[in-house]
């Protein structure tokens, strides 16, 4: 069992910056994907950005240079920091953690997100 918390969504003006932080619990594989997706009104969700089981980051195009994505291993927390925010950031974003038990063994958790919010 997996518990994933997401704290620091909230309202904010463009141009404006928010720190997002998830700290996962339970049953924590030491070969994970961690990161975090976003779920737009009537959108599908999708890729905001991770650390791969490799150790590499991924971000979505739309977002690089202006989030960074990191982690606090000690913690089990990783982080989204969201600068220059824009009006489309305007999302529930999801935590997200993907243990990687065996080669055939693979479960996947989700947090219960959190809003994120950017007004003109």
């Known amino acids: 069992q997996v518990q994933l918390v997401e704290t620091g969504g909230g309202l904010v003006q463009a141009g404006g910056s928010l720190r997002l932080s998830c700290a996962a619990s339970?049953?924590?594989?030491?070969?994970?994907?961690m990161g975090w997706y976003r779920q737009a009104p009537g959108e599908q969700r999708e890729l905001v950005a991770h650390f791969t089981r490799g150790g590499s980051t991924n971000y979505a195009d739309s977002v690089k240079g202006r989030f960074t994505i990191s982690r606090d291993n000690a913690k089990n927390t990783v982080y989204l920091q969201m600068n220059s925010l824009k009006p489309e950031d305007t999302a529930v974003y999801y935590c997200?953690?993907?243990?990687?038990?065996?080669?055939?063994?693979?479960?996947?958790?989700w947090g219960q997100g959190t809003q994120v919010t950017v007004s003109l």
């Open positions: 339970g049953s924590i594989s030491r070969i994970n994907d």
């Open positions: 997200n953690l993907v243990n990687y038990w065996s080669a055939i063994t693979v479960t996947n958790s």
